[in-house]
């Protein structure tokens, strides 16, 4: 039995997939969450099917890559739902280039929606985390930024570069109450692999301990599990959940 103590999440990127599967185990342990995306449409409808299921959740629309739209939004949810005490920058993007064809704006996009946005809301979050003298940070990287990947430097590099600030966070303000962890997922069945979902399936049937395609909600229980007051002594730790792939 685990418990938790936080009356309000945010969760960048929680229109669909993952996100949204970490919005529904958090706001189903009675935390209040706040959901942004980068439009209106998806996001909407997905609000209106949580709260349907009763669960406490709103949407915001921000671009997690624009430093005022942050800060609107971060003022705008601390309006309407509380101060947040978990931030979980799950936002991202996935696009497969070879390093000799990728362009200066195709790399600072990816950076910018992954390391950038990291760095902007965990910035923001940190403050009301202070006051409140308690803060859980998750950001969502990828077994890619461990081990890399051909055709997504980019994607991979960025990842690796939220592993450098978690880690960094934990080491700033574990005195603080605040942990910063990082989860590693492998494949996990989401609109960002249905184009190679096939061979997805082939790659894991091949190399995977666990054959099957991982479920939003295998990364959405450990998030749960790492906001939990028992998982209280875990910072600085990228926690890999592949179903053994990048063994
Ligand atoms: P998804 O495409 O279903 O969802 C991505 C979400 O990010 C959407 O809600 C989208 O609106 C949001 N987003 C993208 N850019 C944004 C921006 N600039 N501002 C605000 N929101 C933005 O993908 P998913 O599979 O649920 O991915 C979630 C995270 O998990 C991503 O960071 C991804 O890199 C990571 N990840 C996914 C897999 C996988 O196999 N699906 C594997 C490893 C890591």
């Not at 309000?8 to 970490?22: D, M, N, P, Q």
């Not at 406490?56 to 939004?73: I, L």
């Not at 920058?89 to 790399?107: D, F, M, P, Q, T």
Request: with cysteine; hydrophobic share 40%; aromatic share 6%.
């Amino acid at each position: 039995m685990f418990h938790f103590d936080h009356k309000v999440a945010l969760v960048t990127g929680g229109s669909r997939g993952i996100g949204r599967s970490i919005a529904e185990v958090f706001a189903s342990q009675g935390i209040k969450v706040a959901c942004t995306a980068r439009s209106s449409s998806l996001l909407e409808n997905s609000i209106s099917e949580m709260k349907a299921k009763s669960l406490d959740v709103m949407g915001f629309v921000c671009d997690g890559t624009d430093e005022n739209q942050v800060k609107q939004t971060y003022q705008e949810i601390c309006t309407h739902l509380g101060v947040p005490t978990v931030l979980v920058h799950n936002a991202g993007i996935v696009e497969e280039k070879i390093i000799l064809r990728l362009n200066s704006e195709e790399w600072d996009k990816m950076i910018d929606v992954h390391l950038k946005a990291s760095f902007l809301w965990s910035k923001i979050s940190l403050r009301g985390m202070v006051q409140q003298k308690k803060g859980r940070l998750i950001f969502i990287s990828s077994i890619l930024g461990l081990k890399g990947a051909p055709a997504l430097s980019h994607y991979a590099a960025s990842k690796s570069g939220m592993i450098g600030l978690a880690k960094s966070i934990a080491q700033e303000v574990g005195k603080k109450n605040i942990t910063s962890n990082v989860i590693a997922p492998g494949y996990i069945d989401t609109q960002m692999i249905l184009d190679k979902r096939d061979e997805v399936i082939e790659i894991i049937n091949k190399k995977a301990c666990i054959k099957r395609i991982g479920e939003p909600r295998d990364i959405a229980n450990l998030a749960l599990y790492l906001i939990s007051t028992e998982a209280s002594y875990i910072t600085g730790q990228v926690i890999t959940v592949d179903g053994g792939i990048s063994l």
